[in-house]
């Protein structure tokens, strides 16, 4: 069984960063994801990667500023945010499975909080 685990989630404000790690466990997936979800709205992908060749897609509202990676030996996946917005806020999710679909497995979730 997979398991993904998020950590990095914080508060911070308009204009800074934040780094999210995704460690996976139990197996690798073909591909690998962060979605978000804030108060009131429906659950949104955000970037999504492919895990043999790191191929990626972003959500047109973070293209710029977020970038998804991969660490191949850690089997961890990362989002870095930068010149983060207050829309930014939300819950962040990791979610894996098969490529492109990457909605099989989910993390817990971590809050990203950007004031402004």
């Not at 990667?49 to 089997?75: P, Q």
């Amino acid at each position: 069984q997979v398991q993904l685990v998020e950590s990095g989630g914080g508060l911070v404000q308009a204009g800074g960063s934040l780094r999210l790690s995704c460690a996976a466990s139990g197996g690798t997936l073909s591909g690998y994801g962060w979605f978000r979800q804030a108060p009131g709205k429906e659950r949104e992908s955000v970037a999504i990667i492919r895990w043999s060749d790191s191929r990626t897609l972003y959500a047109d509202s973070v293209k710029g500023r977020f970038t998804i990676s991969r660490d191949y030996a850690k089997n961890v996946v990362v989002l870095q945010m930068n010149s983060l917005k207050p829309e930014d806020t939300a819950v962040y999710y990791c979610a894996g499975g098969v490529w492109p679909r990457v909605d099989e497995y989910w993390g817990q979730g971590t809050q990203v909080t950007v004031s402004s």
